[in-house]
């Protein structure tokens, strides 16, 4: 059986200029300023609108910002770097003091480069920082990473169809050989967190379930004793639950994606990035309420 609550808080992720702890999970605000991204239409291509949505995040009382210049969603047109780079970094910079950690949603190497030196404090990569060139950019400095699965390899993953003999397991082996090849290029554990992918690549509503039902054992196994790492889980407004609602359009998915949040946060996730911050954060502080009042309130050890 796997154990549906976990042991522990997760350990703090360190993350730039801050350092995050996980006495309550965290919500991580998106900000696309994509013109194509799936839920949002491009309403916040422009800058002044990424920085009014900001600015909302803010005061609906968000932990972070996660910034991004692609659309990851199938079939989106890859963009390119000059591109990117124009979307991402002046919004990097002009929110650069506003208090909370900013984290820049990317898999290309000069874009990490570009958004750490603007002053990002975390680096989300859903390739898992397997591009060439990827570990290399964001070792030196002191950045969180999110290290997320997703099937095959960059190249190829289009075409090949993942089968997974247990995908559960196999989610973890993959982030263990991530977490392993990041450490072994000299980045310390305390900059990691991981994440399942939630819709990229697992092929069937039933993988994304159990990925969510075992939510804490995707968590990598690198050594004795090395095993809290913070999980990040990204499922709002994702096909995964207009499939189960009927829910068509993401935008109508709301109050499926807290249910989905408050369910991952009950299965120890540290992070959950999301479009709806002032719904999520609600939602967070009730389950963070009735974990308090579960008679264990003083021992912060266990939930
Ligand atoms: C995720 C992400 C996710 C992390 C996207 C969307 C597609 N980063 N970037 N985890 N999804 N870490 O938001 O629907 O699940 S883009």
Known sequence: MFAILPRALPEPLQCGRFTLTFDRPRVMGILNVTPDSFSDGGRFVSR???????EQMLRDGVDIIDIGGESTRPGAPPVPVEEELARVIPIVEALRDVGVPLSVDTYKPEVMRAALAAGADLINDVWGFRREGAIEAVRASAC???????????????QSVPEYQDVVADVRTFLTGRVDALMQAGIVKARISVDPGFGFG????????????HLADI?????????SFPILAGMSRKGM????????TPAARVAASVAGAVCAAQRGAAIVRVHDVAETVDAMKVWAAVRDASGRATDRSTY
């Open 48 to 54: 002044d609108d990424a920085l009014r949505q900001a």
């Open 144 to 158: 969180g990473l999110c290290v997320m699965h997703m099937h095959g390899e960059p190249q190829t993953m289009q």
């Open 202 to 213: 697992k092929s069937t509503l039933e993988h994304n379930y159990a990925l969510l039902a």
């Open 219 to 227: 968590a990598p196994r690198v050594a004795p004793g090395i095993e």
């Open 241 to 248: 639950l207009g499939k189960v609602t009927g829910r068509a």
